[in-house]
T-cell receptor, first 114, second 114 residues
Framework: QQQVKQSPQSLIVQKGGISIINCAYE??????FPWYQQFPGKGPALLIA?????SEKKEGRFTISFNKSAKQFSLHIMDSQPGDSATYFC?????????????FGKGTRLSVIA | NAGVTQTPKFQVLKTGQSMTLQCAQD?????MYWYRQDPGMGLRLIYY???????DKGEVPNGYNVSRLNKREFSLRLESAAPSQTSVYFC?????????????FGPGTRLLVL
């Protein structure tokens, strides 16, 4: 059973455009939602994360939007650059339930073209 | 501060051979994880260790064993490798960074089972 559904699988965006990746979850115990970025040949690295007490978090060109009632969250990359080309994973965790591991989405391969 | 290190970087095995993937972290983290990454499947958790002396099964534990040797080291063993275990394996550890929980991934081990 896939606990975190991520879409799209792949995305091509023009340089300067907005990249949007969406995730949905079912488990209402999830209370921590990070996004990881992975470049080819490397391990994933934390990009940005949000807790459900806020609806939006922004760090530079990267923004997480969170909709608790819809059980959805999304990553927006403003002014997308070729250097943003990578695979992005959303994840979720039931933080208050103790030492439960992150549940990852299946990833979105983003290509930013000039 | 090397973060999370993994050895070997690349390995070719024949069906039925055994091997151990090594992982070490120098960040004094309690929790450590083993994932496999396959095209289109995202990151799937094999085993994790919430603290020294404990291990738990993840989503895809069959065919694998783990040992949490001490707080720094967490190894993954394939007793009898199968072609279905061809994958990229990532080790990770988790701890707090600026008040939020972060998983730090190693560079990965690329395993080919013939």
């Amino acid at each position: 059973q896939q606990q975190v559904k991520q879409s799209p699988q792949s995305l091509i965006v023009q340089k300067g455009g907005i990249s949007i990746i969406n995730c949905a979850y079912e488990n209402t115990a999830f209370d921590y939602f990070p996004w990881y970025q992975q470049f080819p040949g490397k391990g994933p690295a934390l990009l940005i994360a949000i807790r459900p007490d806020v609806s939006e978090k922004k760090e530079g060109r990267f923004t997480i939007s969170f909709n608790k009632s819809a059980k959805q969250f999304s990553l927006h990359i403003m002014d997308s650059q070729p250097g943003d080309s990578a695979t992005y994973f959303c994840a979720a965790r039931a933080w208050r339930s103790g030492n439960t591991p992150l549940v990852f989405g299946k990833g979105t391969r983003l290509s930013v073209i000039a | 501060n090397a973060g999370v290190t993994q050895t070997p970087k690349f390995q070719v095995l024949k069906t039925g051979q055994s091997m151990t993937l090594q992982c070490a972290q120098d960040m004094n983290h309690n929790s450590m994880y083993w994932y496999r990454q396959d095209p289109g499947m995202g990151l799937r958790l094999i085993y994790y260790s919430a603290s020294e002396g404990t291990t738990d099964k993840g989503e895809v534990p069959n065919g694998y064993n783990v040992s949490r040797l001490n707080k720094r080291e967490f190894s993954l063993r394939l007793e009898s490798a199968a072609p279905s275990q061809t994958s990229v394996y990532f080790c990770a550890s988790s701890g707090d960074r600026l008040g939020q929980e972060t998983q730090y991934f190693g560079p990965g081990t690329r395993l080919l089972v013939l």
